[in-house]
């Protein structure tokens, strides 16, 4: 079992900037990947950015120019910086750590971003 547990969410103007970070507790030992999605309101969930244990990132299209993925091993932690944030990134951001055959997600962590 793993638990994560979002924080940093807000409502934020566009063009600002938020940081959001996840915490991983229980069997943390088995996790290597780390990611963030989130879930625009009407919209599906949708991928952020991911992170491997040995700092190997994806991002979403939208991501690429403005979001950055990291994490802390020692304190088992991911983290998502966002910059020039646009109001279409308005959504519930979930974070995600998949240990086969489970996928874990955290209880989310609501950003609003006001034009």
């Known amino acids: 079992q793993v638990q994560l547990v979002e924080s940093g969410g807000g409502l934020v103007q566009a063009g600002g900037s938020l940081r959001l970070s996840c915490a991983a507790s229980?069997?943390?030992?088995?996790?290597?990947?780390m990611g963030w999605y989130r879930q625009p309101p009407g919209k599906q969930r949708e991928l952020v950015a991911t992170i491997t244990k040995g700092g190997r990132t994806n991002y979403a299209d939208f991501a690429k120019e403005r979001f950055t993925i990291s994490r802390d091993n020692a304190k088992n932690r991911v983290y998502l910086q966002m910059n020039s944030l646009k109001p279409e990134d308005t959504a519930v951001y979930y974070c995600?750590?998949?240990?086969?055959?489970?996928?874990?997600w955290g209880q989310g962590t609501q950003v609003t971003v006001s034009s």
């Open positions: 229980g069997s943390i030992f088995s996790i290597t990947v």
């Open positions: 995600n750590v998949p240990v086969a055959p489970t996928v874990y």
